[in-house]
């Protein structure tokens, strides 16, 4: 029966569509399971073969989930406000909206086209008003916010004025920016402006100034992760860093939390890794540093407290506001100098940078606490504003990067550890180190000594024991267009969270989208964005008079902002009153099974932590934790396309010449007959009074003279690795004149294995593949390619092979084109092999090893086609097996088998261990420990009857001859062996 992909495919995808199969109902008695994709950006590339890999596998996953009875919630969406589309608007003058809608559509029509069981009655994108009304709620509750670490939670901030009008801040222990001291009395008489500055102190969402990376390029703050060796990873620009006023978001407050939580997730070693490393919890003490001359004093954090007595000099970030003020007049040029020079650096780079240190002199000088020693004082970027205090004791003799930075600038190197065995295993130099006999120190081990430090520190008053963390608090504004607005109004300069009533506050239209000439962010072009207070309502720009109508914020949130919760909205998508019913966020809970990149390990998946945790302690759900097991895929790597080219421009007609030479002589190109070959065509178009000259020159092209460049995959002749040359004169303009060097009549590419993208020219469309091959192929295809978890190479030609298969399937229903079914019992070996299939899948489904449940489909169909098979309780059970991962040809049968129902909803057939059990054992006989031949016995024997059976079988008889076993050995199903 010919297998017709296209014509089953549309028609079931349009009846899932038509039907709303797999529309998920929150009002069932069934269990529920929630799987879930990472949210994707819509790009206008669309999808290549690559992405659907993770959202395969999740379909396999939830497919298999309502075949075991369960409620299935299997949702999509898109993470649509970001930067691509509003670079593509300043440079076109379109409206973000209008690109993200058009990106969007195409993302659906080939996610469709492949056949994923979403619901998509409940589809998400973040750029809608009705959706970000609810993200801006949420900084709202942040907003209005504060952590209280005495009940470890989050709390109102009407609860934190009541204290301070009972108390003031005393008795009080909270998440703050700085330590204030204030009393009842004096909160109460403070002006509005005033409280509300103190207020801003304790906001989980907070606006204070603090270090970005600034891309001017972009006109924007961009995120760490946003930024790779200097340069924006989008766009390429330079990234400096730079001090301004910022909305933050108070992460550091779940720090204990979100590294404890860890120990509860089903994720990836590697990627809780990560986020501990991220987090860096670290134990210590805050010790302070008088300065000589000066009323300043400098408080460093240190996980070494013990090695006080080895810390030679300071070094502070060039960011730290301590340094203008100790910066004397003689080192100013050379410090502001430095300053400069760090801007161009991002944190990341200055943090994996460990083996260049640079720095530069204040000119001041700390005193030591513990040994009256001055202490010069650096600022280099080695140390970073935003860990600790931004400030180290640098001890050279115990810590790598101050041995570095002393031996640069020829400082004092002191040891303080005795010996080998004591405190710490090494120093760095000690040959040049002084040892130091503490009385503090002497004979005490490392926990010891840094306790009694510790606690010494503590006496003498200039510090106290801590715990610190690595992580800072999250950057939340983004000068940018295309974003959530953020509900905030100025008056008298200070934030006012606009009432919910307002929300949500829209996105307005603008001129252009690029900052304003004053600098302000684009939505400083905006004609309609006013707040008037009195009558609640967005107005004209021109009304704000900083009385009744006031300026709103022009920043935007981060691409963060709407991923952060999205898991929470898709439980319901459609409520206008709340961001999610309690009883629904109660029914579905934690995401049970989540795919995605591990990229997002410091971003993404700790922020969705940090305001999952919130939403609880606020009390809107009831899980600390959004995602109970996380599965990151590995990637589809692209088989690049590369020649070889040679740009010559001679120097007499000043014509460029381009040439290409096949791959396999590249390391020829100076031997004939290819430098002759080569000398023609560079010379060629020379006049004839120039060629004798020409001819005699000599023309040495060396190997590396040949620049290898990428190549459209598409223009390889039927999937090989030759190219068709005039396919790729016409690809390019550059091209267009090319002239190759050959071998045996043909262009061969060299090829690679790199990462997908379009830069490389080695994207695979999946549309094209799935109007070749189907949607079912490509499905199988990509599980069969490896490990879900690894990343492996794409190669088309392999896509036949699993084609034949699906066509092997197919026709085992079919005797030629007629549908032959028999309601005949299946024999033994039938239910043997579909048991053992169920098996294997449903063991591969549970451990996500979905490539070798590919080859057992492989195996299975074999052997039903060997033993002839066309019994319906054989091929029903078998469809439904197969239909996860190969939806639309199991529909298909289902449906040709008689039935009117889709098959999504069949229970999966259930593994019966007795059709694997033998009824029959082929048992080795040994004689006197050699194997002589087997014997066949039924398997349910005892070892007596084995022994029986034995003892009459002419074959034994005849070995023994005639003499008596001395013993004989039994292990039922295992062996016979007999001693004579």
Known sequence: MFYDHKKIEKDWQKFWEENQTYKTTDKTDKPKFYVLDMFPYPSGAGL??????????????????????????????????????????????????????????????????????????????????????????????????????????????????????????????????????????????????????????????????????????????????????GKSERGGFPVFQKKMMQWSMRITAYSERLLKGLQNLDWPQPLKDAQEYWIGKSQGAIVTFDVEDSVEKISVFTTRPDTIFGATFIVLAPENP??????????????ESYIEQTSKKTERDRMSDVKNV????????????????????????????GYGTGAVMAVPAHDERDHRFAKKFDLNIVNVIENDNDIQEESFDSKDSVCVNSEFLNGLKYHEAKSLIIAEIEKKNIGHGTTNYRQRDAIFSRQRYWGEPVPIYYKDGMPYSLPVSALPLELPEVEKYLPTEDGDPPLGNAKTFGWDEANQKIVSTDLIDDENVFPLELSTMPGWAGSSWYFLRYMDPNNKEVFTDKNLSDYWGQVDLYIGGSEHATGHLLYSRFWNMFMKDRGYINHEEPFKKLINQGMILGMSALAYR?????????????????????????????????????????????????ANSPLVLRSDLFQKIHVDVSLLKGGTDELDTEKFKNWRSEYADAEFILEDGKYICEREVEKMSKSKYNVVNPDDICEEYGADCLRLYEMFLGPLEQSKPWNTQGLSGVYGFLKKFYNLYYNEDVLEISEEEPTKEEYKVLHTLIKKVVADI??????????????????????????????????????????????????????????????FPEFEEKYLVEDEIQYPVSFNGKMKFKLALPSDLTASQIEEIALKDERILQQLAGNHPKKIIIVPKKIINIVF
């Open 322 to 335: 301590l340094v203008e003020n100790l910066t004397i007049e003689g080192q100013k040029e050379e410090v």
């Open 846 to 907: 549970a451990n996500f090893s979905f490539n070798t449940s590919v080859s057992s489909f492989m195996i299975a169909v074999n052997e039903l086609q060997k033993l002839k098979t066309n019994k319906r309780k054989i091929l029903e059970a078998l469809a439904i097996v197969v239909s996860p991962y190969a939806p639309h040809i199991c529909e298909e049968l289902w449906r040709n088998l008689g039935h009117h129902t889709s098959i999504e909803f069949e229970k």
């Open 358 to 385: 640079s720095g530069a002199f204040t000119g001041s000088y700390a005193l030591n606490p513990f040994t009256n020693q001055e202490m010069p004082i650096y600022i280099s970027d080695y140390v970073l504003m």
């Open 646 to 694: 040679f740009n010559y421009s001679d120097t007499i007609t000043g014509k460029s010449n381009v040439i290409l030479i096949s791959k396999n002589l590249i390391n020829q190109v100076n031997e004939e007959p290819y430098i002759s070959e080569i000398s023609k065509m560079v010379f060629k178009n020379l006049p004839s009074d120039k060629t004798g000259s020409a």
């Open 48 to 229: 290549h073969v690559g992405h659907p890999l993770g959202y395969i596998a999740s379909d396999i996953y939830a497919r298999y989930k309502r075949h075991e009875g369960f409620n299935v919630l299997h949702p999509i969406g898109y993470d649509s406000f970001g930067l691509p589309a509003e670079q593509y608007a300043i440079q076109t003058g379109q409206h973000p909206a209008v690109t993200t809608e058009e990106n969007i559509a195409r993302y659906e029509q080939q996610m469709r086209k492949i056949g994923f069981s979403f619901d998509w009655s409940r589809e998400l994108r973040t750029s809608d008003a009705a959706y970000y009304k609810w993200t801006q709620w949420i900084f709202i509750q942040l907003f209005d916010s504060w952590y209280n670490k005495s009940t470890d939670k989050a709390e109102p901030i009407s609860e934190l004025i009541l204290h301070f009008e009972n108390e003031g801040s005393e008795n009080l222990s909270a998440v703050q920016n700085d330590q204030l001291n204030f009393t009842a009395e004096e909160w109460k008489s403070a002006s509005e402006l005033d409280q509300q500055d103190i207020l801003l102190n304790y906001r989980l969402a907070y606006r204070a100034e603090t270090t970005v990376n600034w891309c001017p390029g972009l006109g924007t703050v961009l995120a760490n992760d946003e930024v790779k060796d």
